[in-house]
């Protein structure tokens, strides 16, 4: 079998105008009553997508859905695992912590209106929500001109393209399953008042770009500990990539503002060196940034989705 990006879910950069993430947690009363219903689900939530397609066309709707390490060994105990799929058990920095957060299963949702994530999460807890509990529900929006919540622009050196299914997307060295991807999702609350109160060559040190015209700094002229330098693996001199997409959310009301990390791998251990270095060599970033929720989750393939819905793998 060979890699067919039209056999992964969406798992490419496109933030959406109107964003839905949820992790959420099996209740684990009934094993028999949620292998079940997840089988239905799996079967379910491609004709979900495509009836909404239609219903918002040509608005484009992008959906993933994915299990955690615990819940795939808990929902399928007769499967091999994906190789890399492990439970995140956070990172503990001398300054900064990366929360694990205990979750089973991941949606992302993303549309150009809000009605429409709405309606599709609405969907597909429909069926899920007698079996789980809520771990987290946070709703993004596409802030202005595609930037982050502190203001720079997001996602610059994203892969893209052909270059975009080689980062994204399982390989031929994992056959069972080609064409999934390991997607991290965390979330994070900033101290925005105490970041803009910064002198803008300050934070631009500390990111590593510029923050109007996002051209990249020389790197004399970045902080030795700028985001745009820690956040990267390049291990045996190789910079390693992942799809990324930085998500904002806030209450205003209550002077929340955050943003939501999610990134999609060919290589979960791409990922997690990027979440280490960051906690273990203290990014400037997280000087203004509190990590909040953190689990990986295997995002499988719509061919391991029918497996999945065929119930092959059930105790």
Request: glycine letters at 6%; aromatic letters at 10%; zero cysteines.
């Amino acid at each position: 079998m060979e890699v067919n990006a039209n056999l992964a879910q969406d798992v490419f950069k496109d933030a959406g105008e109107s964003v839905l993430f949820v992790m959420l947690s099996l209740k684990r009363e009934d094993k028999g009553k949620e292998q079940e219903i997840i089988a239905d689900m799996a079967d379910r939530i491609g004709a979900i997508q495509r009836s909404m397609q239609i219903r918002v066309a040509p608005e484009k709707v992008n959906l993933s859905f994915g299990f955690s390490n615990r819940a795939w060994e808990y929902l399928f105990p007769k499967a091999n695992k994906p190789k890399e799929l492990e439970d995140f058990k956070g990172v503990n920095g001398e300054h900064h912590v990366a929360p694990a957060t205990p979750a089973d299963l991941f949606l992302h949702v993303r549309a150009a209106q809000a009605a429409t994530t709405y309606l599709v999460v609405d969907q597909i807890m429909g069926f899920l929500r007698p079996i789980v509990n809520v771990v987290d529900e946070t709703h993004g929006f596409h802030y202005l001109e595609g930037r982050a919540i502190i203001d720079f622009i997001d996602g610059t050196e994203n892969p893209v393209g052909e270059e975009a299914k080689e980062w994204a997307i399982i390989g031929e060295e994992d056959p069972e399953f080609i064409n999934g991807s390991y997607a991290f999702a965390q979330k994070y609350v900033h101290d925005l008042d105490a970041w803009r109160v910064l002198p803008t060559e300050m934070q631009e040190a500390y990111i590593g770009r510029k923050k109007y015209s996002d051209l990249e700094l020389s790197d004399e002229e970045k902080d030795p500990r700028a985001h745009n330098r820690i956040a990267q693996d390049n291990r045996d001199g190789e910079e390693h990539k992942i799809v990324r997409m930085n998500v904002v959310f806030a209450n205003p009301g209550e002077g929340e503002r955050g943003t939501y990390f999610i990134g999609y791998a060919r290589h979960w251990d791409v990922t997690r060196q990027m979440v280490t270095n960051m906690f273990t060599q203290d990014d400037r970033l997280l000087e203004y940034s509190t990590a909040q929720k953190g689990q990986l989750f295997f995002i499988p393939s719509k061919d391991t989705l029918g497996r999945i819905a065929e119930g092959e793998w059930f105790a």
